[in-house]
């Protein structure tokens, strides 16, 4: 039998109207922030997402949180669509699905004790009395690694790792199902990541924790992923196993992304692929395969024809004219 995702996404699509008029302000075009992705997760797994600066990362992660509305598709969680739900209706599925924002400086309200920051998300689920809520902080405060003493301070006495563990808290107290890891760690002072990560892998295994973990860097997304998503302009390249991406990249993007990892070694092996030029613009998106325009493979099909995600082993999916 076939085990159910816990979360499913389906033809996901984000479009930003792009306006222009002084007064009358008409629609002459739009931004495709996510275009047509999908993917599944199941329950325990971590899915990595990738790919460079404005590929549309953050923008699946608010849609599929409901952040931002959807323009089109589905997200399914535990076989639900809830895209359709109402914002009553949704805020019950938010106890379930939690998000960490990359910039703890940002995201944790200056004028609110780590124990009011806490304990809102428990407020607007209606959980417990105030006993049974003051138990609940302590006991997760202890979970990240912080201590009983931080109860009563504010976010401006914490370093960049100690807030960072506030916002995991924060998202953990509720008991959700998903968190959406979102730059969690690029804020972050190298060793300072590897606690965090580390911190996030011991939580995973004792609650059961199902990840989306967000990121341009792939040493990061390898050390922390099951599954890895190679987005580029808002559309699916590569969605495989690790271990099986890392070892047979199929798509011009993936190997490109790669190689550009910085090595001790230095030396580049013939046919490695360069990433040279800078990102299209979603605004206006090369035709065919967004990413032809900055493929050494690229053929006429590419310039014309959309490639299909295709399954090309088990469970790597590759959308690419080269198969």
Same mark, same amino acid.
């Given at each position: 039998?076939?085990?159910?995702?816990?979360?499913?996404?389906?033809?996901?699509?984000?479009?930003?109207?792009?306006?222009?008029?002084?007064?009358?302000?008409?629609?002459?075009?739009?931004?495709?922030?996510?275009?047509?992705?999908?993917?599944?997760?199941?329950?325990?797994?971590?899915?990595?997402?990738?790919?460079?600066?404005?590929?549309?990362?953050?923008?699946?992660?608010?849609? &599929?949180?409901?952040?931002?509305?959807?323009?089109?598709?589905?997200?399914?969680?535990?076989?639900?669509?809830?895209?359709?739900?109402?914002?009553?209706?949704?805020?019950?599925?938010?106890?379930?699905?939690?998000?960490?924002?990359?910039?703890?400086?940002?995201?944790?309200?200056?004028?609110?004790?780590?124990?009011?920051?806490?304990?809102?998300?428990?407020? &607007?689920?209606?959980?417990?009395?105030?006993?049974?809520?003051?138990?609940?902080?302590?006991?997760?405060?202890?979970?990240?690694?912080?201590?009983?003493?931080?109860?009563?301070?504010?976010?401006?006495?914490?370093?960049?790792?100690?807030?960072?563990?506030?916002?995991?808290?924060?998202?953990?107290?509720?008991?959700?199902?998903?968190?959406?890891?979102?730059?969690?760690?690029?804020?972050?002072?190298?060793?300072?990541?590897?606690?965090?990560?580390?911190?996030?892998?011991?939580?995973?295994?004792?609650?059961?924790?199902?990840?989306?973990?967000?990121?341009?860097?792939?040493?990061?997304?390898?050390?922390?992923?099951?599954? &890895?998503?190679?987005?580029?302009?808002?559309?699916?390249?590569?969605?495989?196993?690790?271990?099986?991406?890392?070892?047979?990249?199929?798509?011009?993007?993936?190997?490109?992304?790669?190689?550009?990892?910085?090595?001790?070694?230095?030396?580049?092996?013939?046919?490695?692929?360069?990433?040279?030029?800078?990102?299209?613009?979603?605004?206006?998106?090369?035709?065919?395969?967004?990413?032809?325009?900055?493929?050494?493979?690229?053929?006429?099909?590419?310039?014309?024809?959309?490639?299909?995600?295709?399954?090309?082993?088990?469970?790597?999916?590759?959308?690419?004219?080269?198969?």
């Amino acid at each position: 039998m076939t085990q159910q995702p816990l979360l499913e996404v389906q033809g996901l699509k984000k479009y930003f109207p792009l306006k222009r008029g002084l007064f009358i302000k008409s629609v002459v075009g739009a931004v495709k922030a996510v275009d047509d992705v999908s993917f599944a997760l199941n329950s325990g797994e971590t899915l990595g997402i990738v790919g460079e600066s404005g590929c549309g990362k953050s923008t699946i992660a608010k849609c &599929i949180l409901r952040l931002i509305e959807p323009t089109a598709g589905k997200v399914l969680f535990e076989g639900k669509d809830i895209c359709p739900l109402s914002m009553t209706e949704m805020r019950t599925y938010r106890k379930y699905m939690q998000m960490i924002f990359q910039n703890p400086y940002a995201s944790l309200d200056p004028q609110m004790t780590v124990a009011k920051i806490l304990e809102e998300p428990l407020l &607007i689920q209606h959980f417990g009395d105030k006993q049974s809520r003051r138990q609940r902080i302590m006991e997760i405060i202890r979970e990240v690694g912080l201590d009983d003493t931080h109860y009563d301070s504010y976010p401006h006495e914490f370093s960049g790792g100690q807030r960072q563990r506030i916002a995991i808290a924060r998202a953990l107290v509720t008991r959700p199902k998903v968190i959406i890891a979102d730059e969690a760690v690029s804020a972050l002072d190298v060793s300072i990541q590897a606690q965090i990560l580390n911190l996030m892998q011991q939580l995973q295994q004792k609650y059961g924790l199902t990840y989306i973990f967000i990121s341009h860097s792939l040493p990061v997304i390898r050390h922390i992923s099951t599954t &890895i998503g190679v987005l580029y302009l808002g559309k699916m390249m590569e969605y495989a196993p690790k271990k099986e991406l890392f070892a047979h990249p199929e798509h011009p993007y993936t190997q490109g992304l790669l190689n550009a990892v910085p090595s001790l070694a230095n030396r580049r092996k013939k046919g490695e692929i360069i990433l040279a030029q800078d990102v299209p613009s979603a605004s206006n998106p090369p035709s065919g395969c967004v990413f032809h325009t900055r493929c050494p493979y690229c053929k006429d099909i590419c310039k014309e024809q959309i490639p299909e995600l295709k399954e090309v082993g088990s469970h790597h999916w590759v959308a690419c004219h080269l198969w």
